[in-house]
């Protein structure tokens, strides 16, 4: 190392001080010396005071203590030069103790926190080739509490300022920029910039300053002190706990070849897997889960993603590996709900070091336009947010919706069909609504409408849509081939199934799921859903029609192929099918 015959000097140093002290009766700059010889004293004194009833600190924290100048792995202060940052390549394959580890290793772990008599605070910290991210939610926490889950999450990224400031083994805190998001809020965007906390590794737990509150929502802002706790649900429950390290030739970390931002998948002991994808300014892809390896030929995994909670993901891909690359087949029979891979090409990833992950710091985040709070719900995206529609007309039949539309695209290419139960401000009844535009304030719809009305459409009126509240689809299953009962989920898969959106008529091939959480709506015909019995939930009645096509056919056939036709449904989140409200036809 560049600096080693001064560190051995030191040592040589401080090893003459101590014997002197030792055989002097000890002094007090002697004892100061070694961390082994703090008192139990001293040590009371440098922690802060928790209340009884919460986690949150009442002292005032103390002032971190600058390193001796004559320390070689200190950090130096502002102005002086950088030592060099260790190489994360080094840090991984090191043999070392707590206190060596680098910061971002030294802070994962699960943690609590009280915060009331019932409640406490939760954080599952990860990392990936050096970024940290967590996993934070609130949790009922009574005194005979063997688990704790929680009943709200949300996804965290933890941005140093610099991208080396937790690579550090020397220290114990760190100034980052934290970002939230979840599934359950905000159309899983950011909630906001990021903002300033400091957290520090204190031994058994780590203790947050979070002056704006941000990571815990009800939290006033003061500092907060977690302990270990391993009561704390995982981060990624599909992970398993590993007994034994397992040969396989994926084992190791693989990046995708020639891409803008790659994907990366790591594999470990022949068991886990993570999938990895971050873009400076937006939210991180983490995914961990475990994977089964058939015949050194095919992947089959089940996994969860950062901020969606314990919801199963699930992908089978056929790959194989030539010289250092591992290639993905295109046209493999997977499953792939999230786009993680490119079905009509396929891809390559090559092998790296952790070394070779980047670190995004929150200086990239600001370049990349997180410096300002942004209100995502109150943004037109994808045809999901609120606007001013200028309707032209409210018609119940489809194709004639469709057809004007068209007719008004011809002038105004924002013209669009919106089916009005799937918004909060257009009504209950099912009419297929025309708007010539989507404007985001009154004012500009008042414009378009006058150039509207003058273009022959004289009944053009301006109201908000509200809220879409709800997606309305027509999917078509040609096949009782196409479900499939995913038994770890408790849910039925159904596999490349055609979707039709009842708003703009986007058709695109999907798979979509049901599960327990699936209701049959209540205008629903229920004889129209063939061998339905009393009582069935929607995935009931599927798996009873599966169980009886195979059973016995003449039976499930008696009234036509029940799991077979087109199905009008509303769609939620990772397209898992709500509500079921009818099935029109057979084959």
């Not at 994977?291 to 089959?300: H, P």
Request: charged share 30%; aromatic share 10%.
């Amino acid at each position: 190392m560049k600096n080693g015959k001064c560190r051995y000097c030191l040592i040589a140093v401080i090893c003459l001080l101590l014997f002197a002290g030792c055989s002097s009766g000890g002094t007090e700059s002697a004892k100061a010396t070694g961390p082994a010889s703090a008192s139990g004293e001293a040590q009371e004194k440098m922690t802060p005071e928790l209340s009884q009833e919460t986690g949150t600190v009442e002292a005032e924290l103390p002032e971190a203590q600058s390193p001796a100048p004559e320390d070689p792995g200190a950090k130096p202060e502002s102005g002086e030069e950088k030592p060099e940052s260790p190489e994360k390549d080094e840090i991984e394959g090191a043999e070392m103790g707590s206190k060596d580890l680098p910061l971002y290793k030294k802070l994962c772990g699960k943690y609590s926190c009280k915060s009331s008599d019932e409640e406490c605070y939760i954080l599952d910290i990860t990392e990936f080739g050096g970024n940290l991210y967590g996993f934070g939610g609130l949790a009922m926490a009574g005194e005979e509490a063997e688990y704790l889950e929680a009943y709200s999450f949300w996804a965290i990224e933890f941005l140093p300022e610099e991208a080396d400031n937790l690579l550090y083994s020397e220290d114990d805190s760190c100034r980052v920029g934290v970002l939230n998001f979840s599934i359950m809020s905000n159309l899983g965007k950011y909630w906001g910039k990021p903002a300033p906390v400091t957290i520090r590794h204190t031994g058994n737990g780590i203790m947050i300053e979070d002056p704006k509150g941000r990571l815990f929502s009800d939290n006033e802002g003061g500092p907060l002190a977690f302990q270990r706790d391993d009561r704390v649900e995982d981060i990624f429950p599909y992970m398993e706990d590993m007994t034994a390290f397992a040969e396989d030739d994926l084992n190791g970390l693989w990046r995708q070849k020639d891409g803008e931002t790659p994907l990366y998948l790591e594999f470990t002991g022949g068991t886990n897997l993570r999938i990895y994808r971050k873009e400076a300014g937006r939210e991180v892809f983490l995914g961990g889960g475990s994977y089964q390896n058939i015949d050194g030929a095919r992947i089959e995994s089940t996994y969860s993603l950062l901020g969606s909670g314990s919801m199963p993901m699930l992908f089978h891909v056929d790959y194989r590996i030539e010289g250092s690359s591992l290639i993905i087949d295109p046209g493999s029979d997977y499953l792939d709900m999230e786009g993680i891979f490119d079905s009509e090409e396929a891809l390559e990833l090559e092998r790296i070091k952790e070394g070779d992950v980047p670190v995004i710091s929150l200086k990239d985040a600001e370049e990349a336009g997180l410096g300002e709070d942004k209100n995502y719900d109150a943004q037109i995206t994808d045809n999901y947010g609120p606007f001013y529609g200028v309707w032209v007309a409210a018609i119940t039949d489809r194709d004639e919706a469709e057809s004007l539309r068209e007719e008004l695209k011809e002038q105004w290419a924002d013209a669009s069909v919106l089916y009005a139960p799937d918004w909060d401000g257009l009504g209950q009844k099912p009419y297929y609504c025309v708007t010539a535009g989507r404007c985001r304030d009154e004012e500009e719809a008042e414009t378009l409408v006058e150039d509207v009305k003058k273009a022959g459409y004289g009944d053009a009126y301006v109201k908000y849509s509200g809220q879409r509240a709800t997606k309305t689809v027509l999917y078509t299953v040609h096949g009782d081939a196409g479900y499939e009962y995913d038994k770890a989920g408790d849910r039925v898969l159904l596999r490349d199934v055609l979707v039709d959106d009842l708003n703009d008529g986007e058709t695109t091939t999907m798979t979509l799921f049901i599960d327990g959480n699936t209701l049959f709506d209540e205008s629903c015909n229920m004889e129209s859903f063939g061998n339905y019995q009393k009582g069935h939930s929607p995935l009931q009645w599927v798996l009873y029609n599966m169980d009886l096509a195979q059973k016995d056919p003449d039976r499930y056939m008696k009234e036509g192929p029940a799991l077979v036709g087109v199905f009008q449904a509303t769609l939620g989140e990772n397209n898992h099918i709500d509500g079921l409200f009818g099935s029109y036809w057979w084959d």
